[in-house]
């Protein structure tokens, strides 16, 4: 069946660091892929998101693109801030799968100054 | 106001009692959807709904059932509560248009623990 695969956390940079959260992936055909953050006692929030090869994704300095030749979806930002500090989760939904997703199992960031 | 809401915030119940969540909405979306969230396995989906009356099985629906009472509300059921039930549990919503890269929108989640 269809997976997700993420780099295990936490992840703890300084301010300014750049981050890097490695995803890889198992399905058939053209998944779309997903980002999404959950803040502290929230709920999870879209961050960005590809539909097609090569399509890269971005939002809030946050930027992935869609490499269907590794079955990948990296996350990174150029500068992270305290802000930033959430558990990011990433997902796909398979082609023609009634958008019903299916998640990896989240990294925490953490970012301290 | 919130566009998802999850009642309640934190539950707190023992072994074999029946419990429910509820989940109720104000964006209009046909499609909801339950998961629980466990340390180290992310998001599982429970249950999903695609209007009133389709209803489907997720991951991991054993032990629970759900119900679609209208378009904006969505309730999660747990006959007989069990320890390995304690998670943190979110509903969420999205359009229908036919497309596989809807966005969800996720409720606060509620946080139930089985003594």
Request: proline share 4%; charged share 25%; with cysteine.
């Amino acid at each position: 069946g269809d997976s997700v695969t993420q780099m295990e956390g936490p992840v703890t940079l300084s301010e300014e660091a750049f981050l890097t959260i490695n995803c890889t992936y198992t399905a058939t055909g053209y998944p779309s892929l997903f980002w999404y953050v959950q803040y502290p006692g929230e709920g999870l929030q879209l961050l960005l998101k590809a539909t097609k090869a090569d399509d890269k994704g971005s939002n809030k300095g946050f930027e992935a693109t869609y490499r269907k030749e590794t079955t990948s979806f990296h996350l990174e930002k150029g500068s992270v801030q305290v802000s930033d500090s959430a558990v990011y989760f990433c997902a796909l939904t398979p082609t023609g799968g009634g958008n019903k997703l299916t998640f990896g199992t989240g990294t925490q960031l953490k970012v301290e100054l | 106001d919130a566009d998802v809401t999850q009642t309640p915030r934190n539950r707190i119940t023992k072994t074999g009692k029946r419990i429910m969540l509820e989940c109720s909405q104000t964006k209009g979306h046909d499609r909801m959807y339950w998961y629980r969230q466990d340390p180290g396995l992310g998001l599982r989906l429970i249950y999903y709904s695609f209007d009133v009356k389709d209803i489907n099985k997720g991951e991991i629906s054993d032990g629970y059932s759900v119900s679609r009472q209208a378009q904006a509300k969505f309730s999660l059921s747990l006959e007989s509560a069990i320890p390995n039930q304690t998670a943190l549990y979110f509903c969420a919503t999205s359009d229908f248009r036919d497309r596989d890269d809807n966005e969800q929108f996720f409720g606060p989640g509620t946080r139930l623990t089985v003594l």
